[in-house]
């Protein structure tokens, strides 16, 4: 997680009711929890499998579990949570699907954002024959954490086929909102995810 | 001698309690005495007080080294001390000798008042539950109402977790390292195996060896390298010592030939020299009787209801003694009552011995966590 995508944060504060139970998946530094107990007073709870990160989001006076999120959710009660969020961090998990499934069974809703590999300038790198690189995807390809490259379009596929509801949608070129043709325009997408019963 | 980081020379201390302790076995101690040892200094708001609670053989020497023995140096020095990560600049921090013991506390090596004799066998069964009460005694006797942390790994994460059910009030913060909510059937064999190694030595009479003048050196020696073959990790015995010949070959004969047994004979010898059997029989049961669960149907969930200390739980990959999926069950507990809780799974080679070393993401994650402790 990289603290420089505050409109992210702002985004996913903007669906936390206050005093409600969060699991934050990839924590990072802990950042976005620590803003969301100070901002809504959430029960919070960050995962992450870093040291240096679990050490960084300790420091920042969150509450944060280390373990393997490509092992699943196993330990957490169904329906638990109100929100299970991934920011930024679906893109560097092998277990899409698995992790996905996980999320809205321990949660009432999920929220994910990810980097969109269909934004424009991603296009125009892959036309130029260099992968891309930019501030949504800052890694070379060599050092990349990133698993699993896919779009706003991908995504919504991924959704429609495993009847997981889209219950908003926001989407970002550099932190301003895009509203027509996100697949193309946006560099990062916010979800807002529900089960459809 | 002493390292710019240590407490340096520390002196043990003894508090004698007069009222009566009922014991969860059933059993009553008229009065008894517990040593004990400080190191940094009580705040004004007496706010600032962390007890270190030891393990099977441990002692309340946890920090610093005594003036008289320049090799005494505590067993938990490596945390403890100014700038260490349980920082003594900071914290006022607590070492005791838990009921039961052989280091200076009333235990079956004592004179029982009663008969004037040592209690061997006679010593009545001591449990968590009771070591916890007689160290609240102590935080009484040292007028420390509520403590910033309670601290202990393997048996000791035992009492650290005791203290949050039996005292919720009087305790902010619990740090269970390598610990578990109760010993498997796996772990309670071990235990087994122990004791009677202790209770068939003939040297043992009963647990009455004081007066014979005899030791059962044989049987605690056996039960404690039975103990160091599980607080090691299979990969750590290899790199530590692997198949090395002593004599570069094998010459066919029961001496030590493998430096693994030169290790576990030295460790065993070392231990039946000065620990007392006794007391490694009650410790092992203790451990073996920890199951706060148990009065709630088997539910962690439910019986942790009850704390109300925000929580860190560490636990070590290789660690096969006190598995981090024992960890992880506290820690789920603890969540589902939306206790504070945070985890460490710290990536360490050297089993569940990892809790007494320095690895730097375990120690990184202890300061961290005690950095943060407001006082």
Sequence with gaps: ?197 | MTHPRSVGVVTPQVARFTEPLSLRGGGTLPGFELAYETYGELNAARSNAVLVCHALSGSHHVAGLHADDPASVGWWDNLIGPGKPLDTRRFFVIGVNNLGGCYGSTGPRSINPATGRHWGADFPFVTVEDWVAAQARLADHLGIERFAAVVGGSLGGMQAISWTLQYPDRIAHAVAVASAPKLTAQNIAFNEVARQAILTDPDFHGGHFYEHGAVPARGLKLARMLGHITYLSDDSMAEKFGRSYRHGKAVYSYDVEFEIESYLRYQGDKFASHFDANTYLLTTKALDYFDPAFEHGGNLAASLARSTADFLIVSFTTDWRFAPIRSREIVYALLHNRRNVSYAEIECAAGHDSFLLDDPHYHAVLRGYFDRIKL
Excluded at chain 1, 17 to 29: A, F, I, N, R, S
Excluded at chain 1, 83 to 107: F, P, Y
Excluded at chain 1, 145 to 174: K, M, S
Aim: glycine share 10%; proline share 4%; net charge negative.
């Design chain 1, 1 to 197: 997680m990289n603290t420089s995508y505050r409109y992210d944060y702002e985004v996913i504060t903007g669906w936390i009711t206050p005093g409600e139970k969060v699991l934050d998946l990839g924590c990072g530094d802990g950042s976005l929890l620590k803003h969301l107990m100070e901002t809504r007073q959430v029960q919070g709870y960050g995962v992450e499998n870093d040291p240096d990160n679990l050490v960084t989001s300790l420091a920042n006076g969150i509450n944060v579990i280390q373990m393997d999120l490509e092992k699943g959710l196993a330990g957490f009660e169904d329906g638990f949570f109100e929100h299970v969020i991934m920011s930024l961090s679906l893109q560097a998990i092998h277990n899409t699907q698995g992790i996905l499934t996980e999320m809205l069974r321990v949660g009432r809703e999920a929220v994910v954002s990810f980097p969109n590999f269909g934004y424009w300038r991603h296009r125009q790198s892959i036309l130029n024959g260099r992968m891309p690189v930019s501030e949504s995807l800052p890694h070379q390809w060599f050092n990349t954490p990133n698993v699993r490259f896919f779009t706003i379009a991908d995504f919504d596929a991924l959704c429609e086929i495993n009847g997981i509801a889209v219950r908003e949608r926001l989407a970002f070129d550099e932190g301003k909102l895009v509203v027509d043709e996100p697949n193309f325009l946006a560099s990062v997408a916010v979800y807002r995810l529900g089960r459809h019963n």
